[in-house]
């Protein structure tokens, strides 16, 4: 019974790169979560996706950032430019319904920008 | 908008001492209440839960008690081991994104 699979565990960009982040949620999970953890902080809700839809997008960036969970496929959160600023961890989580059942966390990916 | 806060860090304690790490909440509605463990290097673990007003969760001999008019959620356990040591982070959830609070660091010393 695989977990939520986050990869790669940690990627390294130069300011200005593109960061690909990938999340196989749990089988049998079609809503999936991403968040963003900085340095000594709590979890930040960036995005919720069901399977071909965004359903909140209210705590992503509205620009460079952008998240898709394709009919096949991992979702992908994907940093387009990116600044030092975006150094952190991101998780992912996943449910199997909606925002009333138990989130199951990835071990996340750690984001360093050189 | 909805908010959790809990007790600052870090928080060190002999082996088998008792633990409180305090957290209350602010929200509209009626939220479910969570705690969650985070290991070094690891993602999150659900430790317990609560859904409604008086409720405790409990697992691995910690526990939370849902208490609506001081609007808390404070966790406890009775005697801590070496093995607990990790960040805890209370949330909440009103049919919403998880909220979470910034984490309390444990480090339990033999």
Same mark, same amino acid.
Request: glycine content about 10%.
């Given at each position: 019974?695989?977990? &939520?699979?986050?990869?790669? *565990?940690? $990627?390294?960009?130069?300011?200005?790169?593109?960061?690909? @982040?990938?999340?196989?949620?749990?089988?049998?999970?079609?809503? &999936?979560?991403?968040?963003?953890? $900085?340095?000594?902080?709590? $979890?930040?809700?960036?995005?919720? @996706?069901?399977?071909?839809?965004?359903?909140?997008?209210?705590?992503?960036?509205?620009? *460079?950032?952008?998240?898709?969970?394709?009919?096949?496929?991992?979702?992908? $959160?994907?940093?387009?430019? &990116? &600044?030092?600023?975006?150094?952190?961890?991101?998780?992912?989580?996943?449910?199997?319904?909606?925002?009333?059942?138990?989130?199951?966390?990835?071990?996340?990916?750690? @984001?360093?920008? @050189? | 908008?909805?908010?959790?806060? /809990?007790?600052?860090?870090?928080?060190? #304690?002999?082996?088998?001492?008792?633990?409180?790490?305090?957290?209350?909440?602010?929200?509209?509605?009626?939220?479910? #209440?969570?705690?969650?463990? /985070?290991?070094?290097?690891?993602?999150? /673990?659900? #430790? #317990?839960? +609560?859904?409604? +007003?008086?409720?405790?969760?409990?697992?691995?001999?910690?526990?939370?008690?849902?208490?609506?008019?001081t609007t808390s959620f404070h966790l406890e356990k009775g005697s801590v081991q070496v093995s607990d040591s990790a960040v805890y982070f209370c949330a909440l959830s009103a049919k919403t994104p998880l909220v979470f609070g910034k984490g309390t660091r444990l480090s339990v010393i033999a």
């Amino acid at each position: 019974n695989a977990g &939520v699979m986050q990869n790669p *565990r940690h $990627l390294v960009r130069r300011r200005g790169q593109e960061a690909r @982040l990938r999340c196989s949620p749990m089988k049998g999970h079609s809503h &999936v979560y991403w968040y963003r953890q $900085l340095p000594e902080e709590g $979890l930040k809700f960036m995005v919720y @996706l069901q399977k071909e839809n965004i359903i909140d997008e209210s705590g992503m960036p509205k620009e *460079r950032f952008s998240a898709e969970f394709p009919k096949e496929g991992p979702s992908i $959160l994907r940093i387009q430019q &990116v &600044v030092r600023g975006d150094s952190a961890a991101y998780f992912c989580a996943s449910s199997p319904g909606g925002m009333d059942q138990p989130q199951h966390f990835g071990d996340g990916t750690r @984001l360093s920008i @050189l | 908008g909805d908010s959790v806060t /809990q007790m600052e860090g870090p928080v060190t #304690l002999s082996e088998e001492a008792f633990l409180t790490i305090n957290c209350t909440y602010t929200a509209t509605g009626y939220p479910s #209440l969570f705690w969650y463990v /985070q290991y070094p290097g690891e993602g999150l /673990q659900l #430790l #317990l839960k +609560a859904t409604k +007003a008086d409720d405790k969760g409990s697992n691995k001999g910690f526990e939370a008690t849902y208490r609506k008019e001081t609007t808390s959620f404070h966790l406890e356990k009775g005697s801590v081991q070496v093995s607990d040591s990790a960040v805890y982070f209370c949330a909440l959830s009103a049919k919403t994104p998880l909220v979470f609070g910034k984490g309390t660091r444990l480090s339990v010393i033999a």
